[in-house]
Antibody, heavy 123, light 107 residues
Framework: QLLLQESGPGLVKPSETLSLTCTVSGASMRSVDHFWGWVRQPPGRGLEWLGSIYFAGNAYSNPSLKDRLTLSVDPSQNRFSMTLYSVGAADTAIYYC???????????????WGPGTQVTVSS | DIQMTQSPPFLSASVGDRVTITCQASDDIRSFLNWYQQKPGKAPRLLIFDSNILDTGVPSRFSGSGSGTDFTFTINNLQPDDVATYYCQQYESLSPVTFGGGTKVEI
């Protein structure tokens, strides 16, 4: 059974760095048919795609985050991570990790999700 | 960015009703359109991918259709368990992948 679990700090100070890790169990991250991704949801709002990364390291990120977001993957440890720099109040959200099916040679539907982790940016 | 305009933002229906949600893309996304269900306090769940393909284990009362810029999501025989917010998502463009604003379905 595939399981994904996010981990990281629940509280981050403004201008600091947020790092989250997603641990995958029940499947290998070296699947050629999948990417691994991040989506967030601000309180009371809709879903925002952050990015997706392949086990080989090829990554796609949301341009709105410009140079603030870095994605990384460690298939040997069955985990992948995101780092968001210079956080502000607008980065307060539930952060989800997900497995992403590779369709038409691109990241497609997000078919398995972690339960999500709440991150609050506040001093 | 490709904007996804989802409507209505909220709908109330009765058990057994047919419910329809639409999603309009600001540019041609071919059939690269997915639908998700999100219940309160839970992660989203993939229901339909590539416009009309039901994901594994999803009840057949859910269906999707469309291509290009106009898409439809339908729930036939609405059940109490279907109370949730539904989102469309396009992945034709990865700069960025975008979601619709959501439709909250109540009974």
């Amino acid at each position: 059974q595939l399981l994904l679990q996010e981990s990281g700090p629940g509280l981050v100070k403004p201008s600091e760095t947020l790092s989250l890790t997603c641990t995958v169990s029940g499947a290998s991250m070296r699947s050629v048919d999948h990417f691994w991704g991040w989506v967030r949801q601000p309180p009371g709002r809709g879903l925002e795609w952050l990015g997706s990364i392949y086990f080989a390291g090829n990554a796609y990120s949301n341009p709105s985050l410009k140079d603030r977001l870095t994605l990384s993957v460690d298939p040997s440890q069955n985990r992948f991570s995101m780092t968001l720099y210079s956080v502000g109040a607008a980065d307060t959200a539930i952060y989800y990790c997900a497995r992403v099916r590779r369709r038409a040679a691109r990241p497609g539907p997000h078919d398995f999700w972690g339960p999500g982790t709440q991150v609050t940016v506040s001093s | 960015d490709i904007q996804m305009t989802q409507s209505p933002p909220f709908l109330s229906a009765s058990v057994g009703d047919r419910v329809t949600i639409t999603c309009q893309a600001s540019d041609d996304i071919r059939s690269f359109l997915n639908w998700y269900q999100q219940k309160p306090g839970k992660a989203p769940r993939l229901l339909i991918f590539d416009s009309n393909i039901l994901d594994t284990g999803v009840p057949s009362r859910f269906s999707g259709s469309g291509s290009g810029t106009d898409f439809t999501f339908t729930i036939n025989n609405l059940q109490p368990d279907d109370v949730a917010t539904y989102y469309c998502q396009q992945y034709e463009s990865l700069s960025p992948v975008t979601f619709g604003g959501g439709t909250k379905v109540e009974i």
